[in-house]
């Protein structure tokens, strides 16, 4: 799963909720065009917002959610 210019859309938290009640942990992919708006810590805190998890990791430009327990 990607993050790109757009931002996090709805059906990409639809995707992200979807494959972490499958799989529990995921990683996910900022892309730099993304950092023109954000800084990586603040889309990975959107990102467990958002889809209801948290945030285990940020390295580089991958983010790394588990499920909430």
Request: no cysteine; glycine share 4%; aromatic share 2%.
């Amino acid at each position: 799963m990607w993050i790109g210019k757009k931002g996090l859309t709805e059906n990409q938290i639809r995707e992200i909720e979807k494959q972490l009640k499958k799989k529990r942990l995921i990683k996910v992919k900022i892309l730099k065009s993304a950092l023109i708006s954000q800084k990586r810590e603040e889309i990975a805190e959107t990102l467990a917002e958002k889809t209801r998890s948290k945030v285990v990791d940020v390295r580089g430009l991958i983010v790394t959610l588990s499920q909430k327990d």
